[in-house]
């Protein structure tokens, strides 16, 4: 982790959102450049052991399914080892593995409006305004369960199973604190990067009051939030600058000539040319080859 060689601000800011001592539940770390921020995430999920917190690190970029029901199904794998619950989840995603659109069947609400879930009806019931708000959009009405499953079944089952994973997730944080790291942000879809943050960010952890959910997101372009949150957010734009010590600790760790010279390259690198770090590795891999 040579990059977190100074990274001493961040790491003091991060701490004092697991102690609490920050009320902020949102820290965006939105820099343009590749200039350690997976590393600092890294750190963190390392740090948040000292608060006894489980975490769950997702990487966007590394997503095969990056959608909001793949981003959920890759979460709950994580959550679940830390000994975490998702019945509706499993509910929902069992009835999709099955292709058993019963449980999905509805009749959208037109004063009666009725549920189907799981063979039960439910009239004018919390079920009900859930699945109508995630699927306001569909305005057909599927009287059977059809005999093959199609695309449009699969989107809707998709959307359900992510759903009920923000539901159950919500369960989860009403009792115990998780720390959630999303890094790569930049390599979100469109859809993605709505839903991260008009259901999860928007209503789980900026709404008020608090569930115990705090998140952490890095990318070279970070979320878009609404002007007004009921929690603050904790947003950094740039890193912390090497200085001479530190560019000094980087060379010697490198086995690389520590004289002036060189820590005037680096500093330059670094300040002057924006370096990323893969850059400035490979300039050190330039000046001082691996021994064949």
Not at 47 to 53: K, N, T, Y
Not at 113 to 134: C, K, M, P, W, Y
Not at 207 to 212: C, E
Not at 235 to 254: G, M, N, P, Q, Y
């Amino acid at each position: 982790m040579a990059q977190l060689i100074d990274r001493d601000h961040e790491r003091t800011l991060f701490g004092e959102i697991l102690s609490e001592a920050d009320e902020a539940r949102l820290m965006t770390i939105c820099v343009p450049r590749r200039i350690g921020k997976s590393s600092l995430l890294e750190c963190f999920e390392y740090e948040s052991q000292d608060f006894g917190l489980p975490v769950a690190r997702v990487v966007i970029s590394e997503l095969d399914d990056r959608s909001p029901f793949g981003f959920s199904e890759y979460l709950v794998g994580l959550l679940q080892e830390h000994a975490f619950d998702f019945p509706t989840y499993d509910y929902y995603f069992g009835a999709r593995a099955d292709e058993d659109f019963t449980v999905f069947r509805r009749t959208l609400p037109t004063g009666q409006g009725e549920v189907r879930a799981g063979g039960a009806t439910i009239s004018n019931s919390v079920v009900a305004n859930q699945l109508r708000d995630a699927y306001v959009a569909d305005h057909q009405t599927i009287q059977q369960a059809p005999k093959k499953w199609t695309d449009a079944q699969e989107q809707m089952a998709r959307e359900r199973c992510a759903l009920a994973f923000l539901e159950d997730l919500r369960a989860v944080t009403e009792q115990d604190r998780v720390l959630l790291l999303v890094d790569a942000y930049e390599d979100c879809p469109p859809t993605l990067a709505r839903w991260i943050e008009r259901r999860l960010l928007a209503k789980h952890v900026l709404a008020d009051p608090p569930t115990g959910l705090t998140v952490i997101v890095a990318g070279r372009t970070g979320p878009e939030l609404p002007p007004a949150n009921a929690r603050p957010v904790r947003a950094l734009t740039s890193l912390s600058k090497w200085s001479d010590a530190h560019i000094r600790i980087f060379l010697e760790r490198r086995g690389v000539s520590t004289d002036q010279l060189y820590v005037d390259m680096v500093r330059k690198g670094l300040h002057e040319l924006d370096w990323s770090f893969e850059q400035l590795e490979s300039w050190v891999a330039l000046i001082n080859p691996p021994a064949q």
